[in-house]
């Protein structure tokens, strides 16, 4: 029998203000719709699956974006070697970044996974060597696999209400417990030629994000394109264009 620890008892360990996701032990009881129920009730929001690992089903699975069933959810590739009851690993670095590279150019959702008792370390081994090779790009999100589905849950069910007024207002509006749905969305509007309009939030003005990488996803910020304005922002707020 599987037990689930409550999230609550892993953050009195942890500074992080949610448990998002479960990792079923060696894939054990991923099908079972009882036991996704129980990891859903126990307040999961994303279980990760382990297929078939006798027959190597988990070395690639091939999942290049959101998994259908997040509580069955595989994810593109493993990077390590064979362990367990496996008949082979995944240590070609070669084959590693082409995998990456085809998820990267459909604009898709890369995930791999590893286990660290599975490793090689060091720069001239095969773990190193892949990370630094999907590192540092400008346009990819790096980002966990439970807060990305908790964003996946967000973006679908935040509505922008535009709200009477003088100038243009939104409210950005979501039903989602923000305690564990905590990421930030980005609204585009669309500007017109010479108009240079600035977002407040509580009569504030946002800050101008310069382009480049950001290591948070909470924050609030906007940028300026010729012809839109893209405003990050975390639901529960009223959005004023002035």
């Given at each position: 029998m599987m037990r689930s620890p409550a999230p609550a008892t892993i953050l009195t360990r942890t500074n992080q203000p949610h448990v998002w996701s479960w990792?079923?032990?060696c894939g054990n009881c991923a099908s079972k719709e009882f036991v996704q129920r129980r990891l859903q009730a126990a307040g999961y929001i994303l279980a990760r699956n382990y297929?078939?690992?006798?027959?190597?089903?988990?070395?690639v699975p091939d999942v290049n974006g959101y998994a259908d069933n997040p509580?069955?959810?595989?994810?593109?590739?493993?990077?390590?070697k064979k362990g367990g009851i496996a008949k082979s690993g995944n240590t070609d670095v070669a084959k590693l970044n082409a995998k990456f590279d085809e998820v990267y150019r459909s604009g898709g959702i890369y995930n791999f996974m590893s286990h660290p008792q599975w490793l090689d370390y060091g720069s001239d081994a095969f773990y190193e060597q892949h990370m630094a090779y999907i590192a540092r790009k400008?346009?990819?999100?790096?980002?966990?696999?439970?807060?990305?589905?908790?964003y996946k849950a967000?973006?679908?069910?935040t509505q922008v209400k535009a709200l009477k007024g003088k100038t243009a207002r939104f409210e950005v509006v979501c039903p989602l417990d923000r305690k564990i749905y905590n990421d930030s969305v980005t609204l585009e509007f669309r500007m017109p030629k010479g108009k240079?309009?600035?977002?407040?939030?509580?009569?504030?003005?946002?800050?101008?994000r310069a382009n480049g990488i950001t290591d948070r996803w909470q924050g609030q910020y906007f940028r300026?394109?010729?012809a839109s304005l893209y405003v990050t922002v975390q639901p529960g707020v009223i959005v004023e264009l002035k």
């Amino acid at each position: 029998m599987m037990r689930s620890p409550a999230p609550a008892t892993i953050l009195t360990r942890t500074n992080q203000p949610h448990v998002w996701s479960w990792c079923y032990p060696c894939g054990n009881c991923a099908s079972k719709e009882f036991v996704q129920r129980r990891l859903q009730a126990a307040g999961y929001i994303l279980a990760r699956n382990y297929p078939d690992e006798a027959n190597d089903g988990h070395v690639v699975p091939d999942v290049n974006g959101y998994a259908d069933n997040p509580f069955d959810a595989a994810y593109t590739q493993v990077v390590q070697k064979k362990g367990g009851i496996a008949k082979s690993g995944n240590t070609d670095v070669a084959k590693l970044n082409a995998k990456f590279d085809e998820v990267y150019r459909s604009g898709g959702i890369y995930n791999f996974m590893s286990h660290p008792q599975w490793l090689d370390y060091g720069s001239d081994a095969f773990y190193e060597q892949h990370m630094a090779y999907i590192a540092r790009k400008p346009d990819v999100w790096y980002v966990p696999m439970g807060p990305l589905y908790a964003y996946k849950a967000l973006r679908e069910q935040t509505q922008v209400k535009a709200l009477k007024g003088k100038t243009a207002r939104f409210e950005v509006v979501c039903p989602l417990d923000r305690k564990i749905y905590n990421d930030s969305v980005t609204l585009e509007f669309r500007m017109p030629k010479g108009k240079k309009l600035t977002p407040h939030v509580a009569d504030t003005p946002l800050a101008e994000r310069a382009n480049g990488i950001t290591d948070r996803w909470q924050g609030q910020y906007f940028r300026r394109t010729p012809a839109s304005l893209y405003v990050t922002v975390q639901p529960g707020v009223i959005v004023e264009l002035k």
